[in-house]
């Protein structure tokens, strides 16, 4: 079983819909980070997060502790937010790097 | 622009050859951490260092290995390539001890490797 785990895997939307991607993780971690990947390879940080909720532009991520639960959402998306989005933890004093989720492959339509 | 640069951008090599990977980061980002992205799958870890040096590994084998220089670039270098080294291989750098301890990583472009 991963330890970091998304939902969906895959998400088609129409511009201007309200998303909502979530990350379940299954050990404690020091902080949790919200990543974009766009074709071809490079990856962008959102969001670092270990507790309450952060805000920048049309993105907003959160995070529940005691749930072991994060949720990144995105509102009035635009085509321009496809991309595949990834949820990473750092477990322990994160001398391990980052675990990273599957990602969540979203296609927002005009 | 997350001022995290990786050479070679495309990389093909040829099973049993070495290969090197570089990652040039930001001033004053003292930890930098390698992964191993295989298609459609998130990245792996493979190794981070700290300040020249190594910190913390994940499941690879000893035919990966790094460096990290004062300048704040570092390698990954590959021994006998094998077909299932084909993958995005990442670097992401930050300031801090660790990822933890940095509000942000900042992750480079990748470079795709293709064994063949």
């Known amino acids: 079983k991963n330890e970091v785990e998304q939902s969906p895997q895959n998400l088609t939307a129409q511009e201007g819909e309200f998303i909502t991607i979530n990350c379940s993780y299954s050990?404690?971690?020091?902080?949790l980070h919200w990543l974009q990947q766009h074709p071809g390879g490079g990856i962008v940080s959102l969001f670092m997060?270990?507790?309450g909720k952060k805000k920048h532009g049309r993105l907003i991520a959160t995070i529940n502790i005691q749930e072991k639960h994060s949720s990144l959402h995105i509102t009035a998306s635009h085509p321009r937010d496809s991309a595949v989005y990834i949820c990473?933890?750092?477990?322990?004093?994160?001398?391990?790097?980052?675990?990273f989720g599957k990602g969540t492959h979203l296609i927002i339509q005009p | 622009e997350t001022g995290v640069t990786q050479s070679p951008t495309h990389l093909i090599k040829t099973r049993g050859q070495q290969v090197t990977l570089r990652c040039s980061s930001q001033?004053?980002?003292?930890?930098v951490s390698w992964y191993q992205q295989a298609l459609g799958q998130g990245p792996q870890f493979i190794f981070q260092?700290?300040?020249?040096?190594?910190?913390g590994r994940g499941n690879f084998p000893p035919r990966f290995s790094g460096l990290q220089f004062p300048n704040y670039s570092s390698e990954l270098n590959v021994n006998a390539l094998e077909l299932d080294d084909s993958a995005l291989y990442l670097c992401?750098?930050?300031?801090?001890?660790?990822?933890?301890?940095?509000?942000?990583?900042?992750f480079g472009q990748g470079t795709r490797l293709t064994v063949v």
């Open positions: 992401a750098s930050s300031s801090g001890t660790t990822f933890f301890q940095s509000s942000e990583a900042f």
């Open positions: 050990v404690g971690i020091s902080a």
């Open positions: 997060l270990s507790s």
């Open positions: 990473a933890v750092s477990i322990g004093g994160g001398a391990d790097g980052l675990t």
């Open positions: 001033s004053g980002h003292n930890t």
């Open positions: 260092y700290y300040r020249e040096e190594e910190n």
